[in-house]
Nanobody, 124 residues
């Protein structure tokens, strides 16, 4: 069982930066692939970024590539999402998620554990 708690919510202006954190419980955090997803009002939940438990390889949605960076600190059981050059279209509730299959996935349905979400609002 893994429990995830996100933090770092904020209201920022376009072009600003924000860092989200996701703290995980449990002693096996290092064996989980971690992902960030987001859901805007009236839209489906979409993949943002993921990081592999095996070798730290990272994956990004095209819409955030070059602006967002996912990282993890296994000693702190925490995964981060550094968001730079934010745009109004990045406004959404952001969720972190965990799954422990061998390969990293972008599919929300493959993730077993989810945080409660944290709101990011970017004004123009």
């Amino acid at each position: 069982q893994v429990q995830l708690v996100e933090s770092g919510a904020g209201l920022v202006q376009a072009g600003d930066s924000l860092r989200l954190s996701c703290a995980a419980s449990g002693r096996t955090f290092s064996s989980y692939n971690m992902g960030w997803f987001r859901q805007a009002p009236g839209k489906e939940r979409e993949f943002v970024a993921a990081i592999s438990w095996r070798d730290g390889t990272t994956y990004y949605a095209d819409s955030v590539k070059g602006r967002f960076t996912i990282s993890r600190d296994n000693a702190k059981n925490t995964v981060y999402l550094q968001m730079n050059s934010l745009k109004p279209e990045d406004t959404a509730v952001y969720y972190c998620a965990a799954e422990n299959t061998y390969y990293t996935t972008r599919l929300a349905a493959e993730y077993d554990y989810w945080g409660q979400g944290t709101q990011v609002t970017v004004s123009s």
